[in-house]
């Protein structure tokens, strides 16, 4: 019956192009969609549209200047990108780091993968289509972006870390703005719950969607919260530590569904073990200087140097070949969306364009580190 | 259903969780933070008198060559020796990245960050501005050391 | 004077012309007459929206334009007016242009029979119920003509949801409506109000009409392609579905269409469960045109409850949309009715 069918309507398929201008892909990002009726065939992937060759520019500048550049990169996780950087200076010249300023750092990080996460979650409501939980999601992170302007000096791309430690010592407003946020910030993530994942519509929406497995997983190099959903135990803060993560205490969270609503209960999981690591470490800051001084010019010895950090979105990775000059020779940055976007297809192969939508939000990309 | 509820009834007559703020009305009191990096501008006191003699040490500490400097030398008025000083100290806001390289770079600490955000023009040379005002000369020596 | 004003123009047409030219320019008086309420509450609608938008996500809407922003949508209707009318070089141009006068057209015919009081109604037919719905499915063809006409592939696949969604969720509002016929005995709408004056229908018949009142209220949502059922305008998904390619005054006109679709099944959910324009416990019945007054709270408050669930909830799936519809909604619509009956039989309405 099955044959007789397909073979008297003869369906055709046809390509679609979810262009580069569209509100559901989270930056500039060309998909080819193959289509029969609704039902999606195969996904091509167009990139490049904003292509900026951050790492040929990180060839002609120094090493103090580089950092601004990776600012720029996954900018809802500038702060963890730039630690990369300097961690990696600070590793190859041995320069040591006093207390203070590790756990700064670590401080402002989990506070940018808070605002990293808030973010995904408002734009995932808006991509499902349930359009408040923007706005409610945007309320969170004013606060932190207040936090993040009183004390680093900007609000998105802060340019706070430098090689040797952080620019500025924190504001004698930082301690007690924290401690608001978190408090606030633990009434409002329960309400996050009751609107979106309690939600039947939301659930049946993301159940048994965007399945992948372990095996797949670990095949496609599939890395941070994606990865987690589907059981792959992968958070750089726990297999190489560093900063001032091995005294704090915190979960690592992995799911084994593997499908859409495990990836996003990760990521909600992720937002209270920040919490539980901000509350731990904010009265316990040590005493201390907040930067070290180091030469005018940095000069790193010859050979390879390799950091990865913890990014909101996964495994940030910075690759330097140095041949002992004050440029780098070549500087690779490996960003996590690059491969968790290449599962896309395998993802969702045999589902609808609605679908696809909300993959495309739960895998949360963000096309300027996907082409650097 | 009840927390968009719950947001609606308050804010209708209370207006208390609205975030918002009406922006071209405020402009006269909105404050900023005090290490808010609006643009890169040249320390003048009340004399109209800057700090910088002109050494271009922030030109090389710009990644992507927003600053150029401009000096000449002339005469000491004491010494006789021939010294710099500064003539045209010019920003190009369109390129500058707001790393702060440049003043970290500066040892005389003349550049500093303004908390104007306004950058807005209808042509781009009103971008490139001329950071010394006119008629300011350096600091002297024993006010520097103040 | 105003008491019996319609009386009265009434006469003072026969005075100057005969009856078959005062009975026709009576039709062209009452034609404009809805033409501009059709303009005005169009107006008045999408500004609500705005407002009630903004206060639901923690922000105030338009405010700034008038009083309260209430110039905004006159703004917007001048900006729209003013925009070049474009279309795709290979469509259809006689569909392409025709299909937003279907909606229109269908919308005036509905709303020339709700009555905003009681002496204010345009239209009383005997079959007045029915009339409504049949008026409605015709617009689904606009829908499809749109999708269909613009030759995009974007608006083809958007007018084929649509235009599923609104035949499948017709069926629901239909049975929904005749449940609350069988409780009235009768089709024609003043009719069904004389009938509530001793008790609104909801609690009338208690169970079968709240049931029918769920049933209503969801298929209504559906109907007027609002959330959680707008996959037509799913912006997040492909671009602007069967109206991509309308700009300017076509695309305005679908824009009023749909807020105008919103307030008729709105109406008739206050026609058929909350009593129309009756005043509860009959406190203002004898004063003239009060009920337009009561009328327009009723509506007012449903409309609330319509744009309560587009900014909570998130958007159906195509196939969720029509599992929902026709494997829950459809059977417990039919055993409602069967309920309905046994109660009225057996006289256990209160």
């Not at chain 1, 007690?176 to 929406?205: A, M, W």
Request: charged share 20%; aromatic share 12%.
């Amino acid at each position: 019956m099955e044959e007789f069918l397909t073979d008297t309507l003869k369906t055709q398929e046809y390509f679609l192009n979810m262009g580069p201008q569209h509100p559901a892909t989270h930056g500039v990002l060309r998909l080819l969609l193959k289509l029969d009726g609704e039902i999606i065939q195969n996904v091509d992937m167009d990139l490049g549209y904003i292509h900026r060759s951050i790492e040929k520019m990180c060839e002609r500048d120094t090493y103090k200047q580089i950092v601004h550049l990776t600012d720029r990169l996954d900018y809802l996780s500038s702060h963890m990108n730039n630690e990369a950087v300097c961690l990696l200076v600070e590793k190859a010249l041995n320069i040591e780091i006093p207390d203070r300023i590790k756990v700064i750092r670590t401080l402002v990080d989990e506070l940018t993968r808070i605002s990293s996460h808030v973010l995904w979650w408002g734009v995932m409501g808006m991509d499902i289509g349930a359009l408040t939980t923007f706005m409610y999601g945007f309320r969170e992170r004013e606060m932190i972006n207040d936090i993040f302007e009183e004390t680093c000096g900007a609000r998105l791309t802060m340019n706070y870390n430098v090689i040797g430690g952080v620019r500025y010592d924190l504001h004698e407003n930082f301690v007690k703005r924290v401690k608001d946020f978190i408090v606030h910030f633990k009434k409002k993530l329960p309400e996050y719950d009751t609107l979106l994942s309690n939600n039947v519509i939301f659930r049946k929406r993301l159940e048994g969607i965007g399945y992948i497995s372990k095996e797949d997983a670990v095949a496609y190099g599939l890395n941070g919260p994606a990865a987690r959903a589907s059981g792959v135990s992968c958070d750089i803060r726990k297999i190489h530590p560093y900063s001032a993560y091995d005294r704090a205490e915190f979960d690592e969270i992995i799911f084994t569904e593997g499908d859409s609503y495990a990836r996003y209960k990760v990521r909600i999981k992720e937002m209270w073990e920040s919490l539980r690591i901000l509350e731990q470490l904010i009265d316990k800051i040590p005493e201390g200087e907040h930067r070290v001084k180091t030469k005018a010019v940095i000069k790193l010895p010859e050979g390879d140097y390799l950091q990865r950090v913890e990014a909101a979105r996964g495994d940030f990775g910075v690759y330097v070949k140095s041949t002992g000059q004050k440029f780098p020779y070549r500087l690779k940055l490996r960003s996590p969306g690059f491969a968790n976007l290449t599962a896309l297809n395998k993802m969702t192969k045999g589902l609808k364009i609605a679908d696809l939508v909300a993959i495309l939000s739960t895998i949360d990309i963000v096309v300027p580190d996907i082409d650097r | 259903m009840r927390i968009t509820g719950k947001y609606f009834f308050v804010n209708l007559f209370t207006r208390k969780d609205v975030i918002t703020e009406q922006y071209p009305n405020n402009i006269d009191t909105l404050e900023m933070f005090d290490r808010f990096r609006g643009e890169i501008t040249l320390y003048h006191n009340e004399n109209n008198e800057h700090k910088c003699d002109a050494c271009t040490l922030c030109v090389s500490a710009c990644p992507n060559g927003s600053l150029e400097v401009f000096g000449d030398k002339e005469p000491d008025p004491e010494t006789g020796k021939l010294i710099r000083y500064l003539v045209k100290h010019i920003y190009h806001l369109e390129m500058c990245t707001m790393c702060g390289l440049c003043i970290e770079a500066c040892p005389q600490d003349a550049l500093e960050w303004g908390q104007d955000f306004h950058h807005v023009q209808y042509d781009r040379s009103k971008l490139t501005k001329v950071l010394n005002k006119p008629g300011s000369k350096i600091m002297s020596k024993e006010k520097k050391k103040k | 004077m105003i008491l019996n004003i319609f009386t009265d123009i009434h006469n003072l047409l026969l005075e100057h012309m005969s009856g078959q030219a005062a009975h026709i320019t009576e039709l062209v008086l009452i034609a404009i007459a809805y033409l501009g309420i059709f303009a005005i509450l169009g107006l008045f609608l999408v500004w609500l929206e705005r407002r009630v938008a903004g206060f639901f996500q923690l922000r105030l809407g338009p405010n700034r334009v008038g009083p309260f922003g209430l110039f905004q949508t006159i703004a917007d209707a001048l900006k729209l007016v003013s925009k070049e009318l474009t279309g795709t070089v290979k469509a259809d141009k006689f569909l392409y242009g025709t299909a937003p006068y279907f909606v229109i057209v269908t919308a005036l015919m509905a709303m020339a029979l709700i009555p905003f009081s009681q002496e204010i109604q345009a239209f009383d037919i005997n079959i007045g119920v029915f009339f409504l719905t049949s008026v409605s499915s015709v617009g689904v063809i606009g829908i499809f003509l749109a999708g269909w006409a613009s030759n995009n592939k974007y608006s083809l696949i958007g007018g084929m949801r649509t235009g599923i969604q609104m035949i499948s969720y017709e069926l629901s509002v239909g049975m929904a409506i005749v449940t609350m016929v069988v409780l009235a005995g009768t089709l024609q709408i003043s009719e069904i109000i004389e009938m509530q004056k001793d008790g609104w229908f909801i609690f009338k018949g208690h169970i079968p009409a709240i049931i029918a009142f769920m049933i209503f209220m969801i298929a209504g949502t559906a109907e007027s392609n609002r959330t959680p059922f707008d996959l037509v305008e799913a912006e997040s998904e492909l671009g602007a579905g069967f109206h991509t390619e309308y700009s300017g005054m076509r695309f305005a006109y679908y824009f009023l269409a749909e807020f105008v679709n919103m307030f008729i099944i709105s109406s008739v959910a206050v026609v058929l469960f909350f009593g129309g324009w009756l005043s509860p416990f009959g406190i203002t019945d004898g004063i003239p045109f009060a009920g337009l007054f009561w009328f327009t709270v009723k509506v007012i408050g449903v409309i609330f409850l319509f744009m309560w669930f587009r900014w909570t909830f998130p958007r159906f799936r195509i196939d969720q949309l029509l599992t929902l519809e026709w494997k829950y909604l459809l059977p417990i619509n039919l055993v409602n009715i069967v309920l309905m009956a046994l109660m009225v039989w057996l006289g256990l309405t209160l």
